[in-house]
């Protein structure tokens, strides 16, 4: 249930409700829009947004109730959450080590991602989650490719499309438990580009060779000479 409501006495009266409007309140020099609703126990809650125009406070709290109505309150109360604020609460579902049901994957990851975790964390740390745009995964792209290794070299771009595809599994589920708005990697293409990642060579052991010699026989046999370098 939501409800505006008026501030209770005048603003000279009361130094907590000083500066207090239908749709706006100053605390501290700064003027927030302001959105007063019951929450599901039926107690009064009050949100705050900072604005930097008084005239934009009735649309800044018409965008908050409809936020509340159709989002709901976990919504409108972790609109502020940090990226590091929200990371361990994706960890603690998601990266863990996998479950599998008749040799089929059912939860968690076969792979260790930790690194990649960690990665994103430090870069985008105490930025608000809904802050974050397009634009940032282009800029953090080119950052991770141009950072230099441990070993001195160039990051490759495989391993930063792993790194961005962990940033995607994590706004995703931000998205799904409305933490976030929209997903940023829903309106950009091309961030991720696996085509891009350098074919891996590996040469193959002496027992894999003599294997595969053995079966270059009858219609295959015309192989042995592509296969055998002289």
């Known amino acids: ?4 409501e008026m501030a209770i006495g005048k603003s000279g009266n009361n130094s907590k409700e000083r500066g207090s409007t239908r749709y706006w309140r100053t605390m501290k020099g700064r003027v927030y829009a302001r959105l007063q609703y019951k929450d599901a126990s039926g107690k009064m809650r009050e949100k705050l947004r900072p604005i930097t125009d008084k005239r934009t406070a009735r649309s ?3 965008g908050m109730r409809q936020e509340l109505e159709l989002r709901g309150e976990d919504s409108l109360a972790n609109d502020r959450m940090t990226f590091a604020e929200f990371a361990p609460l994706f960890k603690e579902v998601k990266l863990i080590p996998a479950v599998f049901a008749n040799k089929v994957k059912i939860s968690g990851r076969k792979s260790n991602v930790d690194w990649a975790y960690n990665v994103l964390t430090e ?3 105490t930025r608000p989650l809904r802050s974050i745009k397009p634009r940032d995964l282009e800029l953090f792209k080119d950052h991770r490719l141009n950072t230099i290794t441990i070993r001195g070299t160039l990051r490759n771009i495989a391993t930063v499309n792993r790194e961005l595809s ?3 599994s994590m706004l995703s589920y931000a998205f799904q438990n409305d933490w976030i708005i929209q997903n940023p990697f829903s309106k950009i293409k091309g961030v991720i580009v696996s085509s891009a990642e ?3 060579d590996r ?5 894999e060779e003599a294997r595969l010699l053995e079966v270059c026989i009858d219609r295959r046999a015309h192989l042995r000479r592509i296969l055998v370098r002289v």
């Open 1 to 4: 249930m939501i409800r505006d």
């Open 60 to 62: 800044v709290v018409g």
């Open 123 to 125: 870069y985008f740390g």
């Open 166 to 168: 962990l940033l995607r």
């Open 198 to 200: 350098a074919e891996r």
């Open 203 to 207: 040469v193959l052991s002496f027992e």
